[in-house]
């Protein structure tokens, strides 16, 4: 499921050419605890949920979605959401943070602005799309 997501090069700042090992040991990284989501044994989709920065900024924490290609346009990414959110509440967070939300994907921008998030930050170019075209990459952020 990481695979095409990761080798399209359109959402995530990973390099498109990551090793399938690489890839895991990334989703899995130090510190991240991971969900998935399935209906009845097929995974659909999958998250992370990390503490965003250390010490002052401990109280917010980050995720990671990716959704499989059959489940996308049915409820998966929202329902991942809903479960972060609330699991990032019982762990004690404050906030949620999305560091580098491409904005050219729409989609996810908009699930994440009808839940709440705001765009508090626009970075000018900072993410180049496998075309070569630099887009800009968006900071987004919810209180919880």
């Known amino acids: 499921m990481l695979e095409p997501v990761f080798r399209s090069g359109e959402t995530y700042a990973i390099d498109r050419d990551i090793s ?5 040991a990334y989703w899995f990284g130090p510190e991240r605890t991971v969900f ?3 209906d009845g044994g097929r995974i ?12 002052g900024g401990s109280h917010v924490c ?3 979605y990716v959704t499989a290609e059959a489940a996308r346009g049915k409820g998966t990414a929202r329902a991942m959401l809903a479960h972060s959110l609330e699991t990032a509440a019982r762990l004690g967070f404050r906030a949620m943070q999305y560091n580098c939300v ?9 699930i994440w602005q009808r839940a709440g998030f705001e765009t508090v930050g626009r970075l000018p170019g900072a ?3 496998p075309s070569g075209e630099e887009v800009d990459a968006l900071v987004m ?4």
Do not use: H, P, W
């Open 20 to 24: 399938g090992e690489d890839a895991l």
């Open 36 to 38: 998935v989501y399935e």
């Open 44 to 55: 659909l989709g999958t998250y992370y949920i990390v503490r965003n920065q250390k010490g």
């Open 62 to 64: 980050n995720c990671g």
């Open 102 to 110: 491409v904005s050219t994907n729409t989609r996810a921008v908009g």
């Open 127 to 129: 993410f180049r799309m």
């Open 141 to 144: 952020y919810r209180r919880l």
